[in-house]
């Protein structure tokens, strides 16, 4: 039985935002959780690392999903995954995913759910 979108969504297991800091090199002390799962980065280290090169942006837009519903935001899950996999420091930022539930139509776990 395939699980629906919303029963993968709850099962997801959130790593903690103190974890995610780390692997990005950030000090713990830099950044300011709200709960476990959420942080601003403080200010004057943002401001202590200007000097450093640039990084990458990847955009990922204007995709047509699949039948199956893989879209942009399984695109750019699988990117980021990919990059983190070959040692690569990927972040990954999603605005508006899986904006087809507020339409009434298929998605809710960002990704069809897999």
Do not use: W
């Not at 959420?38 to 640039?54: C, E, G, M, T, V």
């Not at 009434?104 to 990704?111: C, E, T």
């Amino acid at each position: 039985m395939v699980m629906s979108d919303i029963e993968v969504a709850r099962e997801a297991k959130m790593k903690p935002i103190m974890e995610i800091g780390d692997k990005l090199g950030i000090p713990a002390e830099s950044l300011q959780p709200f709960g476990h799962t959420k942080a601003k980065i403080d200010l004057n280290y943002i401001k202590s690392i200007q000097d450093r090169p640039d990084g990458k942006l990847v955009l990922v837009t204007g995709i047509n999903p699949t039948a199956a519903g893989e879209g942009k935001t399984t695109t750019s899950v699988g990117l980021g995954d990919a990059l983190n996999r070959i040692g690569k420091k990927a972040i990954i930022c999603l605005r508006e995913p899986s904006l087809g539930p507020c339409f009434g139509m298929k998605g809710g776990a960002a990704g069809g759910g897999y």
